[in-house]
């Protein structure tokens, strides 16, 4: 299982960066994906996620900012951050969940940072 995560970088306050999470390895289909992050010092928080049937969630802090989409072909998810803070300086990390009848499988990225500049 691999989760291949790209686009993080460095932006100025108001800015605009675009996650991609590649996977391979696991059913797509079968899975929820999330956009996590970790700042220093602080517990990892899930920042917004995306069942198979494409129905998102977002953390109250990134509502109105952030959109997650995936593409279920490409087996891929993206996270669109928009009018970036600099609060949203982290590491982030892509997530894939799937739940079966006995067990929960969650997998992660490898993390990408994102430094957002006042």
């Known amino acids: 299982v691999q989760l291949q995560a790209s686009g993080g970088g460095l932006a100025q306050a108001g800015g605009s960066l675009r996650l991609s999470c590649a996977a391979s390895?696991?059913?797509?289909?079968?899975?929820?994906m999330g956009w996590h992050r970790q700042s220093p010092g602080k517990e990892r928080v899930q920042v917004a996620s995306?069942?198979?049937?494409?129905?998102?969630n977002y953390a109250d802090s990134v509502k109105g900012r952030f959109t997650i989409s995936r593409d279920n072909l490409k087996k891929m998810v993206h996270l669109q951050m928009n009018s970036l803070k600099p609060d949203d300086t982290a590491v982030y990390y892509c997530?894939?969940?799937?739940?079966?009848?006995?067990?929960?499988?969650?997998?992660w990225g490898q993390g990408t940072q994102v430094t957002v500049s006042s």
């Open positions: 390895g696991i059913d797509f289909l079968m899975n929820s």
């Open positions: 997530n894939a969940v799937s739940v079966g009848l006995t067990s929960v499988k969650s997998y």
């Open positions: 995306i069942t198979s049937g494409g129905i998102a």
